[in-house]
């Protein structure tokens, strides 16, 4: 039995796939390229896969992570082979057979994610920016089965930093928590930045085509330690998403 | 170079992702620019050339134009990058920071509509080039030879977009994005976008300028519903099989989706180019289904097509149908220039030939209009043109029938939808047509003739699908997939190859009646679902009469082996509302449900064990059919079934231990009042779509009362009119498929 790992960029119009879409998608591409991954036993068998972060539908990702247990032999340059059969909009950047004495599944090391976000229209927002992360209490409403309450979502806000800011144009990166029970989707956090900053809002809504307020674009980026090749300078991040028992970095 | 090639050249040189989105999206524009200039007639001037654009050198400059924009002088580091793949397009690369465009439009070279298109896409998309150039002033404010350059090439580039707007006599916008929807903003307003991205595996994007007959398949319900549906797979693979044809995909959009377009202001798009659908030379709905009607009416309408093929012009698409409902298509009738009634493998490829030579002639300035084409197609056998039916006067429409099933069309690469669909899995047609005459049936009767598929080519479609698309499950489809001869060894056979590779087999379509023992044995090594079972009627007598040979022994027969091979779940389908159908027939489906128990417990008995017995009583509404032996049977209203069902469900909760499920009486009505209807028929579908009908098969959306409403206000009275024996039936003139003495 192997345990292999796919590192890889989703882009393009697939960004708006589901993650248990996504997830069916790569059990095909793995199928189709002799990359079987096992099954559990019993009447309802199920492919031993997973993603290690979900992403919201609509953000592109230069980073992510796939991992899956393998009967058979990888074979040939397997990185090319699902290359080959990806449609466009995903792309593999590594293939990695899962170190041993890593023994549990690449989610449970997730605690954060960083994600770069673009605001447009607007020329304070660094200033705004800033003073969003300065704030103390930042609650949001949350609805679960039909009932609203309230929750702060600063605990989970870790780490920003203005990328770069041009006139009229932010990009910042942001770190947020990820993973096993604790995650912020950046929509949230996004949601509730233009939310205490309305005009942050409207304004970016002057962009707006054919009449619909335009969202600002998410790029998600867990760890620069990952993702060498795949991030530009202009992407560094500060926080490694994927961390060992000892504190470094996993891959 | 292709744009896949670019792409692969950008992966390889590690370009970032956004410099890859930016460099498609301005090589999709100059392509777009280029072929649009090429079209309207475009030479270049004789000292820069002479001759018509080079939209290779175009493509291959515009894709990789910021291949090196991760370092410095990335244009003369790309131009070095460039240049031995294409001398020309590395020129391209270099000159395009720094470019001034010519003082005389009409000078223009490939280099202007590369650096054109960049300079008119943010990203990977278009904004126009004023909202460029306001960024490149905020982001060089502080550098004054850009802003200058900025500033002198400002005047020249509106004055070269103006030409190429009146030259081209279209909109730059228009010109640059190929006509394309842009469709994210759409998609951010849906649940469900993965429905409307395209790109699966499997899918086929033409090169939209090829010359060839575009052609839109339409399937009037939701994507996943039509993405399950093997005569798409078999048409969309045949038709982009020829080099002469393009076909692409549209389904009905959900809810949210459909506002989004209204709000948006933006047409119905195809999924693989995103073109506007009424941009297409023909739009070819299936009709599966009449609960779909209203579907086929919302989608022209977003398409923005003209409805009535009386009101469609020289520019407007071919609007076409085929499908099962084909067998009475006179409800539909004004919508549609033409019907291929039967098969419609033969009769498409005939149609798209006719078409190539109509538009070749059109493009070489001949006088020929719609009408001419259409007198065409009338000749192809299968095809119905309403439009030149003399009323009562049209002669009989034969049905299209592929003769040869071993060797006709099946696609190997099947598309496999993004999104969860009712079928996931790859399915093989094993068999077409029915040895069976239940006289209820429309599928049973559409042809006279059964075609097989041999094993041996069933399998080898089998494995290439599944090399195809990694799918792990397959299916072998055919309307009764228990009469195929030999389907036990086939089964078995199947069985045994695949369980090693993790795939399972599905039998849709099993008559329990026919199968042996041993291939139940074999199903239930692996697989215990449920067992299904299609009695129709409760009495032996009723059963004669439509036609269904199974017995009360048969079904015991099957609880017999199935039972003690662990099978739980059994569901027995019936109908109601059926010709010559008495008090007895109905008390007989519950008597069969108590039969069912009791049988259970008796074996249970004389095996010493309890066996877990869920039986489902599955109910649905008789609906007489065109083109069976029961269209000219009376269809019952509303309340009259309503009445059996109640009846029924009294008598089977009686009958203690078996679940009962029964089908909207109200749905049944409207379909059998669209099923059996004439031409008035069409305004009433039109008014209830107008009035918020769509999605009619689905419990949740259909409205009974805008239907009744619709049918009131068009003055065309809700009843089932053309029963008995001197009823002249509208769909007459439609070629019955297995003889049953039809009269009139
Ligand atoms: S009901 Fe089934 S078995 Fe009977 S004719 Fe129709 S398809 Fe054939």
């Given at each position: 039995?192997?345990?292999?790992?796919?590192?890889?960029?989703?882009?393009?119009?697939?960004?708006?796939?589901?993650?248990?879409?996504?997830?069916?998608?790569?059990?095909r591409?793995?199928?189709?390229?002799?990359?079987?991954?096992?099954?559990s036993?019993?009447?309802?068998?199920?492919?031993?896969?997973?993603?290690?972060?979900?992403?919201?539908?609509?953000?592109?990702?230069?980073?992510?992570?796939?991992?899956?247990?393998?009967?058979?032999?990888?074979?040939?340059?397997?990185?090319?082979?699902?290359?080959?059969?990806?449609?466009?909009?995903?792309?593999?950047?590594?293939?990695?057979?899962?170190?041993?004495?890593?023994?549990?599944?690449l989610?449970?090391?997730?605690?954060?994610?960083?994600?770069?976000?673009?605001?447009?229209?607007?020329?304070?927002?660094?200033?705004k920016?800033?003073?969003?992360?300065?704030l103390p209490?930042?609650p949001?409403?949350?609805?679960?089965?039909?009932?609203?309450?309230?929750v702060?979502?600063?605990?989970q806000?870790?780490?920003?930093?203005?990328?770069?800011?041009?006139?009229?144009?932010?990009?910042?990166?942001?770190?947020?928590?990820?993973?096993?029970?604790?995650?912020l989707?950046p929509?949230?956090?996004?949601?509730?930045?233009?939310?205490?900053?309305?005009?942050?809002?409207?304004?970016?809504?002057?962009?707006?085509?054919?009449?619909?307020?335009?969202?600002?674009?998410?790029?998600?980026?867990?760890?620069?330690q990952?993702?060498?090749?795949?991030?530009?300078?202009?992407?560094?991040?500060?926080?490694?998403?994927?961390?060992?028992?000892?504190?470094?970095?996993?891959? | 170079?292709?744009?896949?090639?670019?792409?692969?050249?950008?992966?390889?040189y590690?370009?970032?992702?956004?410099v890859?989105?930016?460099?498609?999206?301005?090589?999709?524009?100059?392509?777009?620019?280029?072929?649009?200039?090429?079209?309207?007639?475009?030479?270049?001037?004789?000292?820069?050339?002479?001759?018509?654009?080079?939209?290779?050198?175009?493509?291959?400059?515009?894709?990789?134009?910021?291949?090196?924009?991760?370092?410095?002088?990335?244009?003369?580091?790309?131009?070095?990058?460039v240049?031995?793949?294409?001398?020309?397009?590395?020129?391209?690369?270099?000159?395009?920071?720094?470019?001034?465009?010519?003082?005389?439009?009409?000078?223009?070279?490939?280099?202007?509509?590369?650096?054109?298109?960049?300079?008119?896409?943010?990203?990977?998309?278009?904004?126009?080039?004023?909202?460029?150039?306001?960024d490149?002033?905020?982001?060089?404010a502080?550098?004054?030879?850009?802003?200058?350059?900025?500033?002198?090439?400002?005047?020249?580039?509106?004055?070269?977009?103006?030409?190429?707007?009146?030259?081209?006599?279209?909109?730059?916008?228009?010109?640059?994005?190929?006509?394309?929807?842009?469709?994210?903003?759409?998609?951010?307003?849906?649940?469900?976008?993965?429905?409307?991205?395209?790109?699966?595996?499997?899918s086929?994007?033409?090169?939209?300028?090829?010359?060839?007959?575009?052609?839109?398949?339409?399937?009037?319900?939701?994507?996943?519903?039509?993405?399950?549906?093997?005569?798409?797979?078999?048409?969309?693979?045949?038709?982009?099989?020829?080099?002469?044809?393009?076909?692409?995909?549209?389904?009905?959009?959900?809810?949210?989706?459909?506002?989004?377009?209204?709000?948006?202001?933006?047409?119905?798009f195809?999924?693989?180019?995103?073109?506007?659908?009424?941009?297409f030379?023909?739009?070819?709905?299936?009709?599966?289904?009449?609960?779909?009607?209203?579907?086929?009416?919302?989608?022209?309408?977003?398409?923005?097509?003209?409805?009535y093929?009386?009101m469609?012009?020289?520019?407007d698409?071919?609007?076409?149908?085929?499908?099962?409902?084909?067998?009475?298509?006179?409800?539909?009738?004004?919508?549609?220039?033409?019907?291929?009634?039967?098969?419609?493998?033969?009769?498409?490829?005939?149609?798209?030939?006719?078409l190539?030579?109509?538009?070749?002639?059109?493009?070489?300035?001949?006088?020929?209009?719609?009408?001419?084409?259409?007198?065409?197609?009338?000749?192809?056998?299968?095809?119905?043109?309403?439009?030149?039916a003399?009323?009562?006067?049209?002669?009989?429409?034969?049905?299209?029938?592929?003769?040869?099933?071993?060797?006709?069309?099946?696609?190997?690469?099947?598309?496999?939808?993004?999104?969860?669909?009712?079928?996931?899995r790859?399915?093989?047609?094993?068999?077409?047509?029915?040895?069976?005459?239940?006289?209820?049936?429309?599928?049973?009767?559409?042809?006279?003739?059964?075609?097989?598929?041999?094993?041996?080519?069933?399998?080898?479609?089998?494995?290439e699908?599944?090399?195809?698309?990694?799918?792990?499950?397959?299916?072998?489809?055919?309307?009764?997939?228990?009469?195929?001869?030999?389907?036990?060894?086939?089964?078995?056979?199947?069985?045994?190859?695949?369980?090693?590779?993790?795939?399972?087999?599905?039998?849709?379509?099993?008559?329990?009646?026919?199968?042996?023992?041993?291939?139940?044995?074999?199903?239930?090594?692996?697989?215990?679902?449920?067992?299904?079972?299609?009695?129709?009627?409760?009495?032996?007598?009723?059963?004669?009469?439509?036609?269904?040979?199974?017995?009360?022994?048969?079904?015991?027969?099957?609880?017999?082996?199935?039972?003690?091979?662990?099978?739980?779940?059994?569901?027995?389908?019936?109908?109601?509302?059926?010709?010559?159908?008495?008090?007895?027939?109905?008390?007989?489906?519950?008597?069969?449900?108590?039969?069912?128990?009791?049988?259970?417990?008796?074996?249970?008995?004389?095996?010493?064990?309890?066996?877990n017995?869920?039986?489902?009583?599955?109910?649905?509404?008789?609906?007489?059919?065109?083109?069976?032996?029961?269209?000219?049977?009376?269809g019952?209203?509303?309340?009259?079934?309503?009445?059996?069902?109640?009846?029924?469900?009294?008598?089977?909760?009686?009958a203690?231990?078996?679940?009962?499920?029964?089908?909207?009486?109200?749905?049944?009505?409207?379909?059998?009042?669209?099923?059996?209807?004439?031409?008035?028929?069409?305004?009433?579908?039109?008014?209830?779509?107008?009035?918020?009908?769509?999605?009619?098969?689905?419990?949740?959306?259909?409205?009974?009362?805008?239907?009744?409403?619709?049918?009131?206000?068009?003055?065309?009275?809700?009843?089932d009119?053309?029963?008995?024996?001197?009823?002249?039936?509208?769909?007459a003139?439609?070629?019955?498929?297995?003889?049953?003495?039809?009269e009139?």
């Amino acid at each position: 039995m192997k345990r292999c790992l796919v590192e890889f960029t989703k882009t393009g119009s697939l960004i708006y796939l589901s993650h248990l879409d996504l997830t069916r998608l790569f059990l095909r591409v793995l199928r189709m390229t002799e990359l079987r991954p096992s099954y559990s036993q019993g009447f309802n068998p199920h492919p031993k896969m997973s993603l290690a972060l979900p992403l919201p539908l609509g953000v592109h990702s230069v980073c992510e992570w796939l991992e899956f247990e393998t009967e058979g032999d990888t074979g040939d340059d397997p990185l090319a082979r699902l290359n080959a059969r990806f449609p466009e909009g995903v792309h593999a950047t590594r293939f990695l057979e899962k170190p041993a004495g890593y023994p549990k599944s690449l989610a449970s090391y997730v605690d954060a994610a960083s994600y770069e976000i673009l605001i447009e229209g607007v020329e304070d927002a660094p200033k705004k920016f800033e003073e969003f992360f300065a704030l103390p209490r930042i609650p949001l409403l949350k609805e679960r089965k039909g009932r609203a309450s309230e929750v702060d979502i600063r605990p989970q806000m870790l780490d920003h930093r203005i990328v770069k800011d041009m006139p009229g144009r932010l990009l910042a990166s942001v770190t947020l928590s990820a993973g096993a029970g604790n995650t912020l989707n950046p929509l949230r956090f996004t949601e509730a930045l233009l939310r205490t900053y309305p005009d942050l809002q409207s304004k970016s809504m002057e962009g707006a085509t054919r009449g619909f307020p335009k969202s600002p674009i998410l790029w998600n980026l867990p760890g620069t330690q990952l993702c060498p090749k795949a991030a530009s300078p202009a992407r560094m991040v500060t926080r490694t998403a994927i961390l060992g028992a000892d504190g470094n970095p996993l891959l | 170079m292709t744009r896949e090639d670019c792409l692969k050249i950008l992966e390889a040189y590690g370009a970032p992702e956004h410099v890859k989105r930016h460099c498609l999206g301005v090589g999709d524009a100059a392509r777009e620019i280029g072929f649009a200039l090429s079209e309207a007639g475009f030479r270049k001037a004789a000292d820069v050339g002479g001759g018509p654009l080079d939209t290779d050198v175009i493509m291959t400059a515009g894709y990789l134009h910021d291949i090196a924009r991760a370092g410095k002088d990335h244009d003369l580091v790309g131009a070095e990058i460039v240049t031995p793949i294409d001398a020309a397009a590395g020129d391209v690369v270099a000159r395009h920071m720094k470019l001034i465009f010519p003082e005389d439009p009409a000078r223009i070279t490939e280099a202007d509509i590369v650096s054109l298109a960049d300079r008119t896409v943010r990203e990977d998309h278009y904004v126009g080039y004023e909202a460029r150039m306001a960024d490149l002033l905020r982001r060089y404010a502080d550098q004054p030879e850009v802003v200058a350059r900025v500033h002198k090439n400002m005047d020249l580039a509106l004055r070269l977009i103006a030409w190429i707007e009146d030259f081209c006599g279209r909109d730059f916008q228009q010109i640059a994005t190929g006509g394309a929807v842009r469709i994210e903003p759409l998609l951010e307003r849906v649940e469900r976008p993965g429905r409307y991205i395209g790109g699966e595996i499997g899918s086929v994007r033409k090169d939209w300028h090829a010359d060839a007959v575009r052609f839109c398949f339409a399937f009037p319900d939701l994507y996943e519903i039509g993405m399950s549906y093997t005569g798409f797979q078999i048409l969309y693979g045949l038709l982009n099989a020829q080099p002469g044809a393009l076909c692409e995909r549209v389904f009905a959009p959900a809810q949210d989706m459909e506002k989004a377009l209204l709000e948006g202001d933006a047409p119905l798009f195809s999924l693989e180019s995103r073109q506007p659908v009424r941009v297409f030379d023909v739009i070819g709905f299936t009709l599966q289904y009449e609960l779909s009607y209203t579907n086929v009416v919302r989608m022209l309408l977003l398409a923005r097509v003209p409805l009535y093929t009386s009101m469609r012009g020289e520019a407007d698409p071919f609007v076409i149908a085929g499908g099962p409902c084909c067998a009475n298509p006179e409800p539909m009738a004004p919508f549609f220039d033409l019907f291929c009634v039967g098969d419609g493998e033969d009769t498409l490829l005939a149609l798209c030939e006719k078409l190539r030579l109509w538009k070749a002639e059109k493009a070489a300035g001949g006088n020929v209009v719609r009408a001419d084409f259409l007198k065409a197609a009338a000749e192809i056998e299968g095809v119905y043109v309403p439009s030149l039916a003399d009323a009562g006067k049209q002669p009989v429409v034969r049905r299209a029938v592929v003769e040869d099933l071993e060797n006709a069309f099946f696609p190997a690469r099947p598309v496999v939808p993004h999104i969860e669909s009712v079928h996931d899995r790859a399915a093989v047609e094993i068999m077409r047509g029915c040895y069976r005459s239940c006289r209820f049936c429309q599928a049973g009767f559409a042809c006279a003739k059964v075609r097989r598929r041999s094993p041996e080519k069933i399998k080898a479609l089998l494995k290439e699908a599944l090399a195809n698309t990694g799918y792990d499950e397959v299916s072998l489809l055919s309307l009764s997939t228990g009469d195929y001869p030999g389907i036990e060894r086939l089964v078995t056979d199947l069985m045994q190859e695949l369980a090693p590779m993790d795939v399972s087999l599905s039998l849709p379509s099993l008559r329990l009646d026919s199968l042996k023992a041993e291939t139940l044995e074999k199903i239930a090594e692996y697989k215990r679902t449920s067992l299904t079972f299609a009695p129709e009627a409760g009495t032996q007598r009723l059963r004669d009469v439509l036609h269904k040979q199974i017995t009360e022994e048969d079904l015991m027969r099957v609880l017999e082996i199935a039972l003690p091979l662990g099978f739980q779940k059994f569901k027995f389908y019936f109908m109601i509302g059926l010709p010559t159908e008495t008090q007895e027939d109905l008390d007989g489906i519950a008597g069969l449900a108590c039969a069912a128990i009791a049988k259970a417990k008796a074996l249970g008995a004389e095996h010493g064990v309890k066996y877990n017995f869920h039986l489902t009583v599955s109910v649905s509404n008789f609906v007489p059919k065109p083109g069976t032996p029961f269209e000219r049977e009376r269809g019952c209203g509303e309340a009259e079934l309503l009445e059996k069902i109640y009846y029924l469900k009294e008598a089977v909760r009686r009958a203690k231990g078996a679940n009962f499920r029964y089908h909207d009486t109200r749905m049944s009505h409207i379909e059998m009042l669209l099923a059996k209807g004439d031409r008035s028929a069409a305004a009433v579908i039109e008014r209830a779509a107008r009035d918020g009908a769509g999605f009619d098969s689905w419990r949740e959306y259909f409205d009974y009362e805008n239907w009744l409403r619709a049918f009131e206000a068009c003055g065309v009275p809700a009843e089932d009119r053309y029963t008995g024996l001197d009823a002249a039936l509208p769909w007459a003139f439609i070629e019955g498929g297995k003889e049953y003495g039809r009269e009139g």
